[in-house]
């Protein structure tokens, strides 16, 4: 005989467990758990952001981040906007430290005693000059270095002349003000090269190896000291060793690609003790900050705030922080570091590794790359100049550059 079973029997008499609903009192209890919990991560998470260092970085960063990434998303293109024109150029400025000697009290002897330290009250001179170019119609972007030991003539802000002076110390007759360095920088190349400089990023001293080491470091075909081999007589690249006591840095690599990590990328762009001279540091300069370039570019569109951040902490700039996020992001959108053609201007050495530039080719170039915001004629008004080119064969040699220097009808 069939046993019957209806819907409540088999409810019954289930194995599955059944939930019984809770008691009000117990499920308010449970509520006011949860919120007590919520309260507690609060006002935890608010001790946290205001008490540390980590904290405040947080709180900082993630309202900016969101309001730049909106911001880009909105108007990719924003840096071109606010300078009204298709063409952007910035100067990347890299201070040079200066040293004395002063008496520093030793706690172990109790006494004082003559020691290297930073001369804060010398204005810095210009270590490194690089004007960056970006194009909007044309979605480029190009690197142009000038060279520190160039002779020129140029009048500082109190209206004083200086003739026959090396470029690098134009930043320095600023004096101490950072914001006058820059003012002086900028109208000197403005008068003396014909460049509309549109913005100015001067980065602080051991910062570049911070940013190497930020981006993991950098792949580099480390090019070896040019140096007379004293048994064949003849010029050779060999391994860089050299040790700046006065600087602080030294170098020891062998030439050939490898990672760098940020020491050695330092010590690598900072490097001319050899038959070379500056021209070969600009080159090498160029070849880690287009490596450099490239680790960056590699990073996703949501990470530009961060990078962002970290670029404003080692770098003294006028550029906003929607800006730097705009060229950052028009510089990952040329989709390749090869995009970013590295050229050197024109020139031969003169005595003592100085370097008179050459006018009629770097008139070409820089019309060539900088357009309407370049003036010919104001390029070495007053400067001395040559029609020799020494520097131009070693460091634009490359493809890219060859076929940029056709274009401009230098080749």
């Given at each position: 005989m069939e046993q019957e079973y209806n819907h409540s029997t088999i409810t019954a008499t289930s194995s599955q467990p059944v939930a019984a609903p809770l008691p009000e009192n117990r499920r308010n209890g449970f509520g006011r758990i949860v919120l007590i919990l919520l309260a507690a991560l609060s006002i935890a998470g608010g001790l946290w952001m205001g008490a540390t260092e980590a904290g405040r970085d947080f709180a900082e960063t993630v309202p900016g981040a969101a309001r730049t990434?909106?911001?880009?998303?909105?108007?990719?293109?924003?840096?071109?906007d606010n300078v009204h024109s298709n063409r952007v150029n910035i100067l990347l400025v890299g201070e040079d430290y200066n040293w004395t000697i002063k008496p520093v009290f030793n706690p172990r002897t109790g006494k004082s005693?003559?020691?290297?330290v930073i001369d804060k009250n010398a204005p810095p001179?210009?270590?490194?000059?690089?004007?960056?170019?970006?194009?909007?119609?044309?979605?480029?972007?190009?690197?142009?270095?000038?060279?520190r030991d160039a002779?020129?003539?140029?009048?500082?802000?109190?209206?004083?002349?200086?003739?026959?002076?090396?470029?690098?110390?134009?930043?320095?007759s600023g004096g101490k003000d950072p914001q006058q360095r820059q003012l002086l920088l900028k109208r000197f190349l403005r008068e003396e090269f014909g460049l509309r400089i549109d913005r100015v990023a001067v980065?602080?001293?051991?910062?570049?190896?911070?940013?190497?080491?930020?981006?993991g470091g950098v792949y580099v075909k480390v090019d070896g000291a040019l140096e007379i081999n004293r048994r064949t007589g003849k010029r050779?690249?060999?391994?860089?060793?050299?040790?700046?006591?006065?600087?602080?840095w030294e170098i020891n690599l062998k030439p050939g690609s490898q990672w760098l990590n940020g020491e050695q990328a330092h010590g690598y762009v900072r490097f001319r003790k050899d038959d070379e001279g500056d021209p070969g540091r600009i080159r090498r300069q160029q070849a880690v900050m287009k490596?450099?370039?490239?680790?960056?570019m590699e990073k996703p569109f949501w990470q530009i705030p961060g990078l962002v951040k970290q670029i404003r902490r080692e770098f003294r700039t006028d550029m906003s922080d929607d800006e730097l996020g705009s060229a950052a992001l028009f510089a990952k959108n040329l989709g390749s570091a090869e995009q970013i053609q590295p050229l050197t201007l024109f020139g031969r050495y003169a005595s003592d590794?100085?370097?008179?530039?050459?006018?009629?080719?770097?008139?070409?170039?820089?019309?060539?790359?900088?357009?309407?915001?370049?003036?010919?004629?104001?390029?070495?008004?007053?400067?001395?100049?040559?029609?020799?080119d020494d520097i131009g064969p070693a460091n634009n040699a490359s493809p890219g550059v060859k076929a940029l220097l056709k274009e401009a009808g230098i080749e």
């Open positions: 990434l909106l911001t880009l998303k909105k108007d990719p293109d924003l840096l071109f005693a003559p020691f290297q001179r210009s270590d490194t000059m690089i004007v960056f170019t970006f194009d909007r119609e044309k979605r480029t972007a190009r690197m142009v270095s000038l060279p002779r020129v003539t140029y009048t500082d802000l109190a209206g004083d002349s200086h003739h026959n002076r090396k470029l690098n110390a134009v930043y320095a980065i602080k001293p051991n910062s570049f190896k911070k940013l190497v080491e930020m981006a050779e690249r060999g391994p860089i060793h050299y040790k700046d006591s006065w600087g602080q490596a450099l370039a490239k680790r960056l590794g100085d370097i008179v530039l050459n006018r009629p080719k770097n008139q070409k170039l820089l019309a060539h790359l900088f357009g309407d915001s370049f003036s010919e004629d104001s390029f070495l008004r007053e400067s001395s100049w040559t029609r020799r």
